[in-house]
């Protein structure tokens, strides 16, 4: 297995846990006495929490892990609502022998991040989200057909829905769209260097990495009927809450989500708060879980 596939980060272990039918990679390290856990988004994997671990691991333990379907994790042909996910995630929280963690998630992690904190409020301490909402109807009003000049189009969100035709095109030619999304979404892509951009592209090269990372969103229908029933200001624990670009939008819809709301606008910034502004996350989650 090579570094791409498999990268290290000094201070850190990997490890596997067998949780809710399937298995789940994590990397894991600290010593702190409270958990914290880190749920990456598409197309990423653990390593997008790379350059701010080792400085949350002075104060927490800290695990990184590879979402149902990502990564060096299990990728089954079923349980993609976020719903089922968070269970993954609230039974490895369990088996590393914790009874609750602070929870923190950007993109699809911080949608399982949510969930988390919906189903398993006994088990959330405080929830951290960025560039993130669960799945809802209002989703339904995401054009995909732009108009003249119109930047930001949304293309992936129909193309991941589509059963059986991104593998069979993207498999082994995952770079371009990997490095695309990075180039048009992120506000800084500079700060990604070539080996961000080829550990990123690996794990997403093969027809089971695709077909189980376009499930995500294949199982937003479900997500979107579990959101319904979750009513209004589902979350009851604290949460912080952060976006660059699409903040005048996002934060709309969390502030009716939640009762013990922080908003935090990252000026300037893409979608990958994690890759291109970890000083600026870290110091928002360092003042948030003081």
Same mark, same amino acid.
């Given at each position: 297995?090579?570094?791409? /596939?498999?990268?290290?980060?000094?201070?850190?272990?990997?490890?596997?846990?067998?949780? !809710?039918?399937?298995?789940?990679?994590? %990397?894991?390290?600290?010593?702190?006495?409270?958990?914290?856990?880190?749920?990456?988004? &598409?197309?990423?994997?653990? &390593?997008?929490?790379?350059?701010?671990?080792?400085?949350?691991?002075?104060? =927490?333990?800290?695990?990184?892990?590879?979402?149902?379907?990502?990564?060096?994790?299990? +990728?089954?042909?079923? #349980?993609?609502?976020?719903?089922?996910?968070?269970?993954?995630?609230?039974?490895?929280?369990?088996?590393?022998?914790?009874?609750?963690?602070?929870?923190?998630?950007?993109?699809?992690?911080?949608?399982?991040?949510?969930?988390?904190?919906? !189903?398993?409020?006994?088990?959330?301490?405080?929830?951290?989200? &960025?560039?993130? %909402?669960?799945?809802? @109807? /209002?989703?339904?009003?995401?054009?995909?057909?732009?108009?003249?000049? *119109?930047?930001?189009? *949304?293309?992936?969100?129909? =193309? !991941?829905?589509?059963?059986?035709?991104? @593998?069979? %095109?993207?498999?082994?030619?995952? $770079?371009?769209?990997?490095? &695309?999304?990075?180039?048009?979404?992120?506000?800084?892509?500079?700060?990604?260097?070539?080996?961000?951009?080829?550990?990123?592209?690996?794990?997403?090269?093969?027809?089971?990495?695709? $077909?189980? #990372?376009?499930?995500?969103?294949?199982?937003?229908? *479900?997500?979107?009927?579990?959101?319904?029933?979750? #009513?209004?200001?589902?979350?009851?624990?604290?949460?912080?809450?952060?976006?660059? +670009?699409?903040?005048?939008?996002? =934060?709309?819809?969390?502030?009716?989500?939640?009762?013990?709301?922080?908003?935090? @606008?990252?000026?300037?910034?893409?979608?990958?708060?994690?890759?291109?502004?970890?000083?600026?996350?870290?110091?928002?989650?360092?003042?948030?879980?003081?």
């Amino acid at each position: 297995m090579s570094s791409l /596939d498999h990268p290290s980060l000094s201070g850190f272990a990997h490890g596997y846990a067998e949780v !809710n039918g399937t298995r789940l990679h994590y %990397v894991i390290g600290g010593e702190g006495d409270e958990l914290m856990v880190l749920l990456p988004g &598409w197309p990423r994997t653990w &390593w997008q929490y790379h350059k701010m671990m080792p400085r949350l691991a002075e104060r =927490f333990r800290v695990v990184a892990v590879d979402i149902r379907g990502m990564g060096d994790s299990d +990728k089954p042909e079923s #349980g993609y609502d976020k719903k089922n996910m968070a269970r993954d995630i609230y039974e490895l929280v369990l088996s590393l022998g914790y009874e609750k963690a602070h929870i923190c998630g950007e993109d699809i992690g911080g949608a399982v991040a949510y969930s988390h904190a919906v !189903n398993h409020p006994e088990a959330t301490d405080k929830l951290a989200l &960025w560039e993130a %909402v669960h799945p809802n @109807e /209002d989703m339904y009003g995401i054009p995909m057909l732009p108009r003249p000049g *119109q930047e930001g189009l *949304q293309w992936w969100l129909a =193309f !991941n829905m589509v059963k059986g035709l991104p @593998e069979t %095109v993207l498999t082994g030619r995952f $770079r371009p769209v990997s490095d &695309w999304i990075i180039d048009h979404y992120s506000g800084s892509p500079d700060s990604y260097t070539e080996q961000d951009r080829a550990i990123y592209a690996a794990a997403y090269d093969t027809p089971d990495a695709i $077909r189980a #990372g376009n499930a995500w969103y294949q199982a937003w229908h *479900q997500d979107m009927a579990d959101d319904k029933a979750y #009513g209004l200001m589902p979350i009851t624990v604290p949460v912080l809450f952060l976006a660059g +670009k699409s903040a005048p939008v996002i =934060f709309l819809m969390m502030e009716k989500k939640a009762s013990d709301l922080r908003t935090v @606008e990252v000026e300037g910034a893409g979608h990958f708060l994690c890759d291109e502004r970890p000083e600026d996350l870290l110091a928002a989650l360092e003042e948030f879980f003081a």
